[in-house]
């Protein structure tokens, strides 16, 4: 069982260029999320979504771009690249349990670096 | 906007002391989660916590949802090396999670 798969896990960019993070998971979760990770920050949402078709902002959108086609695949897209977006980028799914509580299930992360 | 707040920011303890981190808020939350993160890694799920009071035990980590909802604390006895990682407390129950910043633990041998 593969869980969240996130695909590449190294990647340097050219300030101004685009790029699409790739994430796909297996367990047939309607949830969704996209997170990236600055040193001391902690995780910041970037976007979610809770089915196909259906997505949302988080807390730090601008620069990001999502889609939701299928239940299993979540991309993200940087267009126009800028250093700010050099982060550590993490894509997760979950599925409520029956408490209500949503437990997230995270891929192994994206290293981006902007130069 | 609801915010999480974890102390201390870092923790380095020698190999068999028992440590406390906390999770602070002004909200209530619904329910309250515990990862850990190792270098490299995605963070991964210890517990979740759901009722006002509420005491887990995993192991030699003790986790406990203060009554009122907005707070929590994860305690370790005899720290190992193993447990050397980041520390998140996540609040919620309808999506998305809140995340704090984290603790980084490290237990040194």
């Known amino acids: 069982n593969a869980g969240v798969t996130q695909t590449p896990k190294f990647r340097i960019l050219k300030i101004g260029q685009s790029m699409t993070l790739q994430c796909t998971q297996d367990m047939n979760h309607n949830y969704m999320y996209w997170y990236r990770q600055d040193p001391g920050m902690g995780l910041k949402l970037i976007y979610y979504s809770v089915g196909a078709g259906i997505t949302d902002k988080g807390e730090v959108p601008n620069g990001y771009n999502v889609s939701r086609s299928t239940t299993e695949d979540f991309p993200l897209r940087l267009e126009l690249a800028a250093p700010s977006q050099t982060s550590v980028y993490f894509c997760?799914?979950?599925?409520?349990?029956?408490?209500?509580?949503?437990?997230?299930?995270f891929g192994a992360g994206s290293r981006l670096t902007v130069l | 906007t609801q915010l999480l707040e974890q102390s201390p920011q870092f923790l380095s303890i020698q190999e068999g002391e028992n440590l406390t981190v906390y999770c602070n808020s002004s909200s209530v939350f619904s329910s309250l989660q515990w990862y850990r993160q190792e270098p490299g890694e995605g963070p991964v799920l210890l517990v979740t916590?759901?009722?006002?009071?509420e005491v887990k035990k995993l192991k030699r980590l003790t986790f406990q949802f203060g009554d009122a909802r907005k707070d929590s604390s994860l305690h370790i006895t005899a720290a190992q090396p193993g447990d050397t990682g980041l520390y998140l407390c996540a609040g919620g129950g309808n999506t998305p999670l809140v995340f704090g910043k984290g603790t980084r633990l490290s237990v040194i041998a």
């Open positions: 916590v759901v009722t006002g009071g």
């Open positions: 997760a799914s979950s599925s409520q349990t029956v408490s209500g509580a949503n437990v997230l299930t």
